[in-house]
């Protein structure tokens, strides 16, 4: 009896070992499961992160900045012009300006510096519809054509003129006639900064900054170099801004189908009418001439 009660416990133990093994097996799979969905969602992760980056990156925020080289002159109107222009214009007019110096006393400095001022270089309202660079107003007495237009009054009357050299020369007039400009012409004519303050004083303008930015041009583009040209005092010929000239001039050439012609030295106005079969005063207008001064290396349209 004892022998049969044994063999049935050993039985039922053999039983119970076996019935635990399937759990232990299914316990160590669970955890492998588990740790193969992690590494899913972590390869998942790094590759939307990537992207992402990218993405912000691609929108680039830069600011740029563009070289200026306008400016904006306010006068009798306002104009907007490069620095070229403004050279091209002081090319241009130079020696009628240092003519006026020697025939009126002005220097020709202010001349040009006023010019680049009144006119926009050339290119405000009044120099191109009137020919009038210096916006000199009709005033009592005034005679010649005349045009309407806005200034410190709506449409005052300013001085027309058939071309810019009589414009010059009724500068030059026009300063030299009027007994409160008088007290200009005790200042030396190499003394730019007490012609520029002396016009403002004498009521040429009533911009209180007017001397300033005569000075401002004068100083900036070297204008006077000419002033010591006429005066013949310490001139050095400035060879950068002749460099300049040269250069703009290529850009911008004169009509050369007309003909040219390089003054020499004792030419005048009379002879070289005589030469090329012209009259003096086409001469005088094609060159923008207002008297019969000539500078010897000038360069004159003759044809």
């Not at 998942?44 to 992207?51: E, F, G, V």
């Not at 950068?240 to 850009?251: D, G, M």
């Not at 923008?288 to 349209?301: A, E, F, P, R, Y």
Request: hydrophobic share 35%; glycine share 6%.
């Amino acid at each position: 009896m004892f022998k049969k009660i044994l063999l049935l416990f050993t039985i039922l133990t053999l039983i119970g070992c076996t019935a635990t093994k399937p759990v232990i097996l299914t316990t160590k799979k669970a955890p492998l499961k588990s740790k193969t969905e992690v590494v899913r969602t972590v390869r998942k992760t790094n590759t939307i992160t990537p992207n992402r980056t990218n993405s912000s990156a691609s929108i680039p925020i830069k600011a740029e900045s563009k070289k200026n080289d306008t400016e904006t002159i306010v006068s009798t109107s306002k104009t907007v012009v490069t620095n070229d222009i403004v050279r091209v214009y002081i090319s241009k007019y130079k020696e009628v300006a240092m003519g006026n110096m020697r025939n009126y006393g002005i220097p020709a400095s202010i001349i040009l510096a006023q010019g680049i001022l009144e006119s926009g270089a050339g290119r405000g309202d009044l120099a191109m519809n009137a020919n009038n660079h210096f916006g000199i107003k009709c005033h009592v007495g005034w005679t010649g054509d005349s045009i309407k237009h806005d200034d410190d009054a709506a449409q005052e009357c300013f001085r027309k003129y058939d071309n810019p050299s009589e414009s010059f020369k009724d500068h030059a007039v026009f300063l030299t006639g009027r007994s409160r400009y008088a007290k200009l012409f005790g200042f030396s004519k190499g003394d730019y900064k007490a012609w520029a303050r002396g016009l403002r004083t004498a009521g040429y303008a009533t911009d209180p900054k007017y001397p300033d930015k005569l000075i401002s041009y004068i100083e900036r583009y070297n204008l006077y170099q000419y002033d010591n040209q006429v005066l013949d005092v310490n001139y050095v010929s400035n060879e950068k801004q002749l460099v300049e000239e040269l250069t703009i001039e290529a850009r911008n050439p004169v009509n050369t189908s007309l003909g040219s012609y390089v003054v020499q030295k004792g030419d005048t106005l009379y002879s070289l009418s005589k030469k090329f079969e012209v009259r003096i005063e086409d001469l005088k207008q094609r060159n923008n001439l207002s008297d019969n001064t000539l500078s010897i290396g000038q360069k004159l349209v003759v044809k």
